[in-house]
């Protein structure tokens, strides 16, 4: 799978909009951009995925670069729930097996500030 | 229950000992997951399931077995543990295998050897 760069941290304001950067500049066409979060002392939680275009669900959105060079995930506005690690992830479609090594980078750490 | 769930949450056992983690995914999923997350290490992935089938495999120590009696359910059989096996342990399930789907995360299973 392709690399992801993510910023080690960000800060947000409560009830404030967040976007978080993902470069990806070495994706293949078959590699979706997938975004997780982990809270302290839980699994990683599932937030969104997309192949090109942009994607809307309750928990956020993601803005996918024409090129799919990068994306952004929004959230809309932020809680103090939302304070986590996001991470951003390729996956190959077409690698049925390999495709599964969901492997998470070491993310960007999240401060929602109330 | 919903989601993916993980039993025991915590868990503590000698070199010596043999002890089982299970996991369950009520989501009607065909593909499940074993994770571990060392502390400040990325997620790796050690075993992959399909309709009960293992179809990955990362070069995991024999002292760590893997089961999967049916789609819902998911153990990991441990036993001659060394402290460095010391972790979290994560399950997951998606759809099916591949890219295009996301994993959803059990809680984890904190596991100390001693």
């Known amino acids: 799978d392709a690399k992801t760069t993510q910023p080690n941290s960000m800060e947000s304001n409560e009830e404030e909009p967040v976007h978080l950067p993902c470069n990806h500049s070495?994706?293949?066409?078959?590699?979706?951009i997938h975004w997780y979060r982990q809270l302290p002392s839980q699994g990683p939680e599932y937030v969104i995925h997309?192949?090109?275009s942009n994607v809307n669900n309750r928990m956020a959105s993601l803005a996918i670069a024409e090129d799919r060079k990068s994306s952004t995930l929004i959230l809309h506005r932020a809680t103090l729930r939302d304070a986590a690690v996001y991470y951003c992830i390729l996956r190959d479609r077409s690698d049925w097996a390999g495709a599964n090594n969901l492997f998470f980078g070491t993310g960007t750490r999240l401060t929602v500030i109330p | 229950e919903t989601g993916v769930t993980q039993t025991p949450r915590h868990l503590v056992m000698g070199m010596t000992n043999k002890k089982s983690l299970k996991c369950e995914q009520h989501?009607?999923?065909?593909?499940m997951y074993w994770y571990k997350q060392s502390a400040k290490k990325p997620l790796e992935l050690m075993f992959v399931y399909s309709l009960e089938e293992r179809v990955e495999n990362n070069s995991v120590p024999s002292r760590f077995s893997p089961e999967c009696p049916n789609s819902s359910h998911l153990f990991l059989h441990l036993h001659t543990l060394q402290p460095e096996d010391s972790a979290l342990y994560l399950c997951a399930s998606s759809q099916e295998v591949g890219g295009s789907y996301e994993q959803y995360f059990g809680p984890g299973t904190r596991l100390t050897v001693t």
């Open positions: 997309g192949l090109t």
């Open positions: 070495t994706i293949s066409g078959t590699d979706y």
């Open positions: 989501l009607g999923h065909n593909a």
